[in-house]
């Protein structure tokens, strides 16, 4: 029996992307053997580090690289790790901040809400978010102004198509910042096939999640500059202990860049392609919707199917088909889209052909014959 018979569990056909309350993403067979294989076994854990630290630079051409639990977690503690560097006496006062620099600076902007507001994962570090600019935007000279404090410990970017207003180039806030001396981390949470656009920025940390796209258990990648990816290791004996790394995540880790690796990206790059031109002549020939291919917005390398809606004919608008997907069996998720237009995505990297039938057969049954 599988576990959702066993358990009791809805299934879903999730359409929506690397959804952290729909249990993120699919592993690979390489990983779920690995992972299985760790459990049952003990590790020198700084080893499993070393070799995540190994395997990480080699993967992203970063001078280190760390595992902790997830990518909030990773937040927490980059920003603990420039405030304390690896200083034991400051690493065990977190919290407590007293007598170290403890501004964030962050645009407007950037202040996404990914399930929290990121700004929480700053304070837990005990530092201080500084929002600069607006939600229509920021310039260099917002920026500047809020890295003229005294306190400032670093900057923090967002790339994600979470980020609202109009900014910058990431690497023009980037030297801002270092012309003051300010180190800078990037939460690039569901970015790792862009790990290295976002290190060529000349970000001093880059924060992703294992458990988007590049399919590993649970767990925060933190690459970069070896002294503060060291400071980061060390928040083990402060707040990190219980933000920390399973064995069986960093195995999975590590399995995960493998199968990365090894990827024919071309070859993958056509698959995705494919899939998403045939849902759309598929979806395209229901009534009441209009279908087309649209590019990520932050140039993640597959398009998404957009549906457009027409009410009028759909017999519901956007949102109400939205809902009626998801209340039926199995439950399908999508991606909605914005509050003011009569659309929807669908995301399909994930999704295994029969569940592509199954979507298109729930559209032909809800939309007009
Ligand atoms: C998903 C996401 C996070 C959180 O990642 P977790 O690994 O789930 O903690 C942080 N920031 C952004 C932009 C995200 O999309």
New binding site residues.
């Given amino acids: 029996m599988g576990l959702h018979a066993t358990y009791g569990l809805t299934r879903i056909i999730n359409a929506r992307g690397p959804y952290?309350p729909l249990g993120v993403s699919r592993s690979g067979e390489g990983v779920a053997t690995a992972v299985a294989a760790a459990l049952s076994e003990f590790f020198v854990m700084e080893e499993l580090q070393d070799a995540a630290d190994r395997a990480l630079a080699r993967f992203t051409g970063a001078e280190a690289g760390t595992a902790v639990h997830?990518?909030?977690s990773a937040i927490t503690l980059t920003v603990a790790a420039t405030m304390t560097g690896e200083s034991p006496e400051r690493i065990a006062a977190l919290p407590d901040t007293t007598g170290m620099p403890r501004a964030v600076v962050l645009p407007a902007g950037h202040a996404?809400d990914?399930g929290h507001p990121?700004e929480q994962a700053v304070r837990l570090a005990g530092a201080v978010p500084v929002a600069v600019g607006t939600e229509a935007g920021y310039t260099l000279e917002d920026l500047e102004t809020g890295l003229s404090r005294p306190d400032v410990a670093c900057l923090l970017l967002?790339s994600?198509r979470?980020v609202r207003g109009a900014g910058t180039e990431l690497s023009e806030a980037v030297a801002v910042a270092h012309r003051r001396g300010v180190p800078v981390v990037i939460?690039g949470?569901?970015q790792d096939f862009r790990i290295d656009e976002l290190l060529r920025t000349g970000a001093d940390l880059v924060t992703v999640?294992g458990?988007?796209y590049l399919g590993s258990p649970?767990a925060?990648l933190v690459v970069g500059r070896a002294d503060l990816v060291a400071a980061v290791r060390a928040q083990e004996r402060g707040i990190g202990r219980a933000m920390k790394a399973s064995k069986e995540a960093v195995i999975g880790v590590l399995a995960a860049i493998e199968a990365r690796q090894e990827l024919d990206m071309t070859a993958w790059r056509r698959q995705q392609a494919d899939k998403v031109a045939d849902f759309v002549v598929r979806a395209g020939a229901l009534r009441g919707v209009a279908a087309t291919s649209v590019p990520d917005p932050t140039g993640l390398p597959f398009e998404r199917a957009r549906l457009d809606v027409d009410p009028a004919v759909a017999g519901m608008d956007a949102a109400a088909l939205v809902t009626a997907l998801r209340v039926g069996a199995p439950s399908i998720w999508v991606m909605p889209g914005r509050p003011d237009a009569e659309e929807l995505f669908f995301e399909l990297v994930a999704l295994e052909p029969a569940e592509i039938d199954a979507v298109l057969v729930r559209l032909s049954e809800l939309l007009p014959g």
């Fill in positions: 952290t997830c990518t909030a996404v990914y990121i967002v994600s979470l939460d949470a569901a999640s458990q988007k649970t925060g």
